[in-house]
């Protein structure tokens, strides 16, 4: 799932691409989700902008094209079988490649966000000089749960359900905030203009996709997207548990070889030989 980052690390990757270059056509075939593409063929591609979730494509004629990346979308150099789009370039070819199928493209008059509702109302970007103080006095004058306040991207554009389950895991043994009216703040201590300090341990590690640990790699087959192998999850991470190991399980016996005097699930009884006794038993017919 593309987050405000990864959405981020797409557009570095397609500026230097598409900047200046006039898209000679778009091809898809679901105007529904594709929307007035048709607009911006012809077009010259001016500036790559991004707004929460959201990729602005700045073209001539006052026209910006909207991308969204939906779930799944990313953009591709190759045709694959997923892709959803092909943007005819003077030089190349583009893909947009959608597996599930719920990434957008509008292209409307620059501005012009009536058909996109989420994009008009989005508040502050969390990268660069965010504004906390407004941030802060938003989640103490609502009654909401944290995580729908900053998932209604009005305090806070572009945070997802990742970011938002991480931020507030990191905020545990701060104090029960169930309620966005509680203050979020260590113990009782107010919080200074600069905002929480980033808790241990969660320095970037190297990834594709530019997440917050790089678990959840997500890939752009663009210039400069590596190509690491993916590190599987351990499948038992999540079945240990505290308390005493459990007693390794018992392998069941072998069958016994034809013609031994013992049975290793059976009693010894006198005068029976138990590998003796298929197909017949002293207890009849088996």
Known sequence: MPELPEVETTRKKLLPLLRGKTLLKLLHQDPSRYRNTEGAEGERVLDLERRGK???????????????????????????????????????RLFFHDPRRFGRIWVVERGAYGEIPLLARLGPEPLGAFPFPPFY???????????????????????????????????????????????????GKPLGGGGLPPPPGSEERP???????????????????GRRPRELPDPARG??????????????????????????????????DWGACAPTSPWGAT
């Open 207 to 225: 990834g594709r996709g530019g997440g917050p640990r790089g678990e959840h790699p997500f890939r752009q087959d663009l210039p400069a997207a």
């Open 54 to 92: 959201f990729l602005l494509f700045a073209l001539t004629g006052g026209k910006e094209m909207v991308v969204h990346l939906g779930m799944t979308g990313g953009f591709r150099r190759e045709k694959t079988p997923h892709a959803r789009v092909e943007f005819v370039l003077e030089d190349g």
């Open 239 to 272: 079945l240990r548990a505290k308390g005493p190991p459990l007693p390794p399980l018992r392998r069941p016996h072998p069958p016994p070889p034809r013609g031994r005097a013992e049975h290793p699930l059976l009693p010894p009884v006198p005068g029976v």
């Open 137 to 187: 006095q938003g989640l103490k004058g609502s009654r909401k749960p944290l995580k729908a306040l900053l998932l209604e991207q009005r305090l806070a554009a572009g945070v997802g359900n990742i970011y938002a389950d991480e931020a507030l895991f990191h905020l545990r043994g701060r104090g029960p905030f169930p309620r966005g009216a509680k203050p979020l703040a260590p113990r």
